[in-house]
């Protein structure tokens, strides 16, 4: 199915005929395929007689050989899939079966993707990128300490290189673009956090997904929204990738201690009224800011500064604030 959507990537009308012949199928195995996809991965077609297909709409299609040229120069294999259940599970698979760190699994699509708190990511064919970055991390508590905040503050990074100017970062992993969600983060571990264990780092970022794509059930934002245009999703995965490199380098290096202020000073919701939901309670404050683990400072109405951490939590900004 691939092989047919990089035919068709070039923006051009082919017709069945040419189709078939470059894939060594028949008009009407063509002709199945591209109802598939329209189907099953809602990506639309124009069919003009004597004309042939056309894509609706650009495509970014990923590149194998360009994402594995970008990540080798760090010593990352590359763990290439079309459609999967989701990057992170694969990630874990390859660790149970002995794959050596560090690794990355990319996906044109998953259909099963993992959100924080248990829910649902939306993640439609060729549009977004789905990635994870498999490390071992073997100095315990400090390696682990602050990372997800580092991972975001990388993510934000590569976003801004890829012209995404108005956007921040929502505690403790989110990355937002004029007041929306633009890119997720979900970390899961194996092992002993104590001791050594293994860190997935699986990445979301909405990169072209139209306004009908798919329902996510909040707001979001997409590359493609703030820029204006079609992103090239391989460039981003060059990018997400150098950003990565370099912010959890420094972190294994200086710890999270160094990356804090760029932390602070990238948070949307610095000083504004906030309500965390810890899964029992709804706690009112002022978010003042995180501490040198990347606890959430939280100036609790009537109660003075709390800290609070951990992957249930979650934040939202109250209306007035
Ligand atoms: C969140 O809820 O904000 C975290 C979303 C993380 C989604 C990414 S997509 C790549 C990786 N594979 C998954 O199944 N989930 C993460």
Request: proline share 3%; aromatic share 8%.
């Amino acid at each position: 199915m691939s092989d047919l959507l990089r035919l068709l990537g070039d923006g051009r009308f082919h017709s069945g005929e040419e189709l078939g012949a470059a894939l060594g199928v028949s008009r009407s195995a063509v002709w199945k395929c591209l109802q598939r996809l329209e189907a099953e991965y809602g990506i639309a077609f124009f069919k003009v007689p004597g004309k042939g297909y056309r894509l609706a709409e650009p495509l970014s299609l990923l590149s194998q050989e360009a994402c594995s040229v970008a990540l080798r120069r760090f010593g990352w294999q590359l763990y290439f899939r079309d459609s999967l259940d989701s990057t992170n599970a694969e990630a874990l698979r390859l660790l149970q079966s002995g794959a050596a760190t560090p690794f990355v699994v990319l996906a044109e699509g998953q259909t099963g993707g993992r959100g924080r708190r248990g829910r649902v990511w939306a993640s439609p064919y060729a549009q977004n990128l789905y990635y994870t970055l498999a490390l071992k991390v073997a100095n315990g508590p400090q390696g682990l300490s602050g990372l997800s905040l580092v991972v975001g503050l990388a993510v934000l990074h590569a976003l801004r290189r890829a012209g995404v100017g108005g956007a921040g970062l929502k505690w403790p992993n989110d990355v937002y673009a004029g007041g929306r969600k633009i890119a997720g983060i979900l970390l899961e571990l194996t092992g002993d956090p104590a001791d050594v264990c293994h860190v997935i780092v699986g990445i979301g970022i909405n990169v072209n997904m139209g306004p009908d794509s798919v329902d996510v059930g909040q707001p979001w934002a997409s590359v493609r929204g703030e820029v204006g245009a079609v992103a090239d999703r391989n460039e981003l995965a060059v990018f997400v990738s150098e950003s990565l490199h370099q912010y959890l380098g420094r972190h294994a290096r200086e710890g999270f201690s160094s990356l804090r202020a760029e932390w602070e000073a990238n948070n949307i919701w610095q000083g504004k009224r906030c309500t965390l939901s810890t899964g029992t309670r709804q706690v009112k404050g002022t978010m003042v800011g995180i501490d040198e683990q990347g606890a959430l400072r939280l100036l609790v109405d009537g109660q003075g500064e709390q800290r609070f951490s951990g992957g249930e939590l979650s934040l939202r900004l109250d209306h007035d604030s």
